[in-house]
């Protein structure tokens, strides 16, 4: 069966700090993978979305970016943290274009 | 500007009864359709999809798809207070879109 990890759990930085989160899949081949990022009381805002290895297709213009150096890693990342990344960030996997989406557990970041 | 409509709730209901949950979509197009169930600090978890017109029944839930009316629902009978979170319907459009659009959820609440 397939598993999606994401670490770490939760994490707080200062303004100004790096940023790097982790994404990996188990259990299926060549996924699509997503980062998303939930604010507090609001809905899912899509960051990136990858189909391949070194494909990232970003959807909203900011200061993170995001990589996928294996076929079953994403990672997000960030050079400064501004205090507006705070929230709740979710990797994704799906098999095909249009088919379901399997969310981790994702990382709770607190900017201060 | 690809749209997906939630009324965010609260939706209140006694346990053992049926919760309705309504989403609507601008995207005529649109090809598949999914309902998540979210809780409270947790990542949001699958709980069905639906491609093709009429009902899609799963235990306790049943997808509807009315695409000439551009609305999907979901019905959760005999409603259990471990159903309260918030439901996220989501949408991808047609072409094979890797990217879905997200409702911004409606919470659910179901009281003893």
């Known amino acids: 069966s397939q598993t999606i990890h994401q670490w770490p759990a939760t994490l707080v930085q200062p303004v100004g700090s790096p940023l790097s989160l982790e994404c990996t899949v188990e259990g299926t081949s060549n996924p699509n993978l997503y980062w998303y990022r939930q604010a507090a009381g609001r809905g899912l805002q899509l960051l990136f979305y990858?189909?391949?290895?070194?494909?990232i297709s970003s959807e909203v213009p900011q200061n993170l970016s995001a990589s996928r150096p294996q076929d079953r890693q994403f990672i997000l990342s960030s050079k400064k943290l501004l205090l507006s990344d705070s929230g709740f960030y979710l990797c994704?996997?799906?098999?095909?274009?249009?088919?379901?989406?399997?969310f981790g557990p994702g990382t709770r970041l607190t900017v201060t | 500007q690809k749209e997906v409509e939630q009324n965010s709730g609260p939706l209140s209901v006694p346990e053992g009864a049926i919760a309705s949950l309504n989403c609507t979509y601008s995207?005529?197009?649109?090809?598949?359709f999914f309902w998540y169930r979210q809780y409270s600090g947790k990542s949001p978890e699958l709980i069905m999809f639906i491609y093709s017109n009429g009902d899609k029944e799963d235990g306790r839930f049943t997808a509807q798809l009315n695409k000439a009316s551009q609305y999907v629902s979901l019905l959760i009978r005999d409603s259990q207070p471990s159903d309260s979170a918030t439901y996220l319907c989501a949408v991808h459009a047609s072409g094979g879109s890797y990217i879905p659009t997200f409702g911004r959820g409606t919470s659910l609440i179901v009281h003893p």
């Open positions: 990858s189909v391949g290895i070194g494909q």
């Open positions: 995207d005529r197009g649109s090809q598949s």
């Open positions: 994704a996997w799906s098999v095909l274009a249009g088919r379901e989406q399997y």
